[in-house]
Structures are given as C-alpha cells and as structure tokens.
C-alpha cells in the first residue's frame, strides 16, 4: 500500500410502527410538526411538485429542486420522514434529486429499485446492453418476458411500475465522451454500476471535473465492495487515486469468472444507501473509505485511503482538471 491508494489483495479489482401507532405519530407530525415547526407556508393538500429553487448545494447538499409532498407522498415515504436525520426535509430533497445510474445489471438492478421506491425525482439510466438469458440469475430490473429488450428500457419498465411519480430517463447506448459528461453535469449524483474500467475512470473524471458525488460499486464472484467519492468536498480523493488507470490491474468480469446473485443486490443497495444518505444529507458517507465484502465468510473489512497529491485526474481540480 502506497499514500493514498490501496491496493486489495491479489491486486484483482471486481468489476462487474405498528399501524395505530404509526398514524398517530404521522398524524402528530403532520398537523403539529408541520404547521408550527415549519416556518414557511406549506399545503399539504393537493400541491406536489416542484414549488421553488432553494440553495442546499450551498450547504452542502444534493438535490437542486425544492418538492412539497401531498398527503399521499407523506404517507408513501412515512417510513423514511420518520427517520430524523431524513425526516420531511431530507425526503423532499430526495425527491428533488437527480441521479444518473450508469449500468443496469447486476448492481444497477437493486440500486435503481431502491432509488426509485425512495421517490428520486429523476432517474437516468443509462446501459447499452440487451437483456440476456444469463442476466436474469441476478439482474433484477429484468424479466424473462424482456430478453432481448434494451436493459435501459426494461429498467424503465420495471421502475414505472414500482414507482410511477418517478421519472425514468433511459438511455440505450454505452456512455462515453460528451454525453457522458453531459449527463454527469446535470446529475445531483452519480452511481457507477458498471462493468470495466474504462468507463468507471470515464466516469471519475467527468464527476471530478463537474463536482457531482460518486458512488461506486463492484462485484464478482464472491467479492463485493463500494466508496463514495465526494467531490463537493475539496479533500476528497477520486477513483483514480485509488485505482489509478493504466496500472495492470487484472478486470474481472462476471461472465468470465461467475458472480453470486445476491451479492449485486447487497452491493448495489449499499450503493443506493450512499447515495440517499448523500442527497438527504444523512449521517455520513464513505468518502476516504473503501468498503469490501468477502460473500464466502461474510466478513466486512473498511479501509481508509486519501486523495494522491500527485493524482493525475484530481490534484488540481480547482486549478482545471485532465480531461480527454
Ligand atoms: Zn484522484
């Protein structure tokens, strides 16, 4: 191990309330918590959508539009407004944000699932694969029904019926080059749920140059791990001073070397976790730590890594950063 990077081992970087009480406390909340803590003016009756601009990117915080919910949307996200550090501000934030989830296999399956029940505002999901008979052992935003169909577009299919008030961008091409940086630029956060490396350090420099959170994750055969990448922070290291590009790391796909289904789901919902957390502004990310699974004695170790003052991609990323 060098400052600032980390290596793991064998040098093998995975790619691939109860009711009644429930409502009384909802209830509490809503007609007491509400209307005497909140100190703007709030319907709650038939307004959902987006009311105003507020600048939580100056505090620090994801989501760019401000949503005041319906009595319908405070009792579908109940279960998280009852969470403090989230509560009724932190899920109008996560429904104010936008997320681009770059990958819709087998992390990008949970990651969007989870993202889409939490109430996202919007959803790119971007994958320029078709949806394969071998996918379906751990892919699930797939269907059998679906093979063939763009994964992209079944991805959409499967969130619509999850959850409707979301917004599903697809895109059905492999991300590269400008429309990858103009998606990025647009995002709130970034999930890299993909496969190989070229686009994940595709994926780190255009995060880095446009300031947007990374979550990344990767696993394969029984092997998973994920870290957050915050770039709204000046002390933030990125992909590439972790794994940094050209090195002969060995990529490891899941169609070569295999990949325990459930282990892209615990994967790529860590991964949502992050990156609602990041949006919401609760508790506190992974940045500076990597995060690694051993699936066979489900053993969980967290390694902490800086920024690489050398690093190529992110040293000077207030003077201007590498781009190509
Ligand atoms: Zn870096």
């Known amino acids: 191990m060098t400052q ?22 909802f209830s509490l909340f809503r007609f007491h918590g509400v209307f005497i803590l909140w100190p703007m003016p709030h319907r709650t009756g038939d307004i959902a959508g ?8 100056a505090r620090g915080l994801s989501s760019r539009l401000h949503i005041i ?56 999901l971007a994958d320029g694969d078709t949806v394969d008979l071998t996918n379906l052992q751990r892919q699930i935003l797939h ?27 697809p895109v059905t091409e492999r ?33 880095v140059k446009h ?12 092997s998973g791990q994920v870290s957050v990448f ?12 972790l794994f940094p590009e050209g090195k002969d790391v060995e990529e490891m796909r899941c169609a070569v070397t295999g990949i325990f289904a459930p282990l892209t789901g615990i994967i790529g919902a860590l991964q949502a976790a992050e990156a609602l957390k990041l949006i919401s502004g609760a508790g506190e990310s992974l940045t500076g730590r990597l995060l690694l699974l051993n699936g066979l004695t489900m053993e969980w170790r967290s390694v902490r890594f800086g920024k690489d003052p050398r690093c190529a991609v992110c040293a000077d990323s207030g003077k201007g950063i590498q781009s190509r």
Request: hydrophobic share 45%; proline share 5%.
């Open 175 to 207: 991300l590269a080059g400008e429309r990858l940086a103009a998606l990025i630029a647009e995002a709130d956060t970034v999930l890299d749920c993909c496969d190989n490396f070229d686009t994940r350090h595709a994926v780190n420099r255009a995060c």
């Open 4 to 25: 600032g990077r980390y290596y793991p081992e064998g040098a093998n970087f995975p790619d691939c309330l109860s009711g009644l009480f429930f409502f009384a406390a």
């Open 50 to 57: 987006v009311i105003s601009r507020v600048p939580d990117t």
């Open 69 to 124: 919910m319906n009595d319908e949307q405070l009792l579908r996200y109940s279960r998280h407004i009852l969470l403090d550090p989230i509560g009724v501000e932190g899920q109008e934030r996560i429904m104010g944000a936008r997320v681009l989830i770059v990958g819709a296999g087998g992390l990008g399956s949970p990651a969007a699932l989870y993202l889409a029940s939490a109430g996202v505002g919007r959803i790119t």
């Open 230 to 241: 915050d770039f709204r922070r000046t002390d933030s290291p990125c992909y590439h001073c």
């Open 211 to 222: 300031r947007v959170p990374l979550v990344s994750g990767a696993a394969v055969r029984f």
């Open 143 to 169: 269907t059998q029904d679906r093979v063939g169909q763009a994964k992209a577009l079944s991805g959409q299919a499967a969130l619509a019926c999850l959850n409707p008030e979301v917004v599903v961008v």
